[in-house]
């Protein structure tokens, strides 16, 4: 069994930035691929960012590219997630996700096994 868990959310102005964590903890030794979804009120959870287990692979929903960041801490299983000129509609609760056994670049939600509890982010305008 893998333990997620985020940190790092908080209340935030249109253009400011955040940066978001994720530790994960499982069997030693072991290196997952990891990335972050978000959910907001009334909408389907979507895909944020991913990164491989190595970290030499990253992907990123289109409204995510060039304002935030995915990177993970060398060997071990954190992540973070810089964002950077952020605006109300990034307003959601941010999940991390850990893929164990989904399929290399997954960005589907189903593809992910385990999930943290998530982690509130709100843009104010």
């Known amino acids: 069994q893998v333990q997620v868990v985020e940190s790092g959310g908080g209340l935030v102005q249109a253009g400011d930035s955040l940066r978001l964590s994720c530790e994960a903890s499982?069997?030693?030794?072991?290196?997952?691929?990891m990335g972050w979804f978000r959910q907001a009120p009334g909408k389907e959870r979507e895909f944020v960012a991913r990164i491989s287990w190595a970290g030499d692979k990253t992907y990123y929903a289109n409204n995510a590219k060039g304002r935030f960041t995915i990177s993970r801490d060398g060997a071990k299983n954190t992540i973070y997630l810089q964002m950077n000129r952020l605006n109300p509609e990034d307003t959601a609760v941010y999940y991390c996700a850990v893929s164990q056994y989904g399929p290399p670049g997954g960005t589907r939600a189903n593809e992910f096994d385990y999930w943290g509890q998530g982690t509130q982010v709100t843009v104010s305008s």
């Open positions: 499982g069997r030693a030794g072991i290196r997952y691929a």
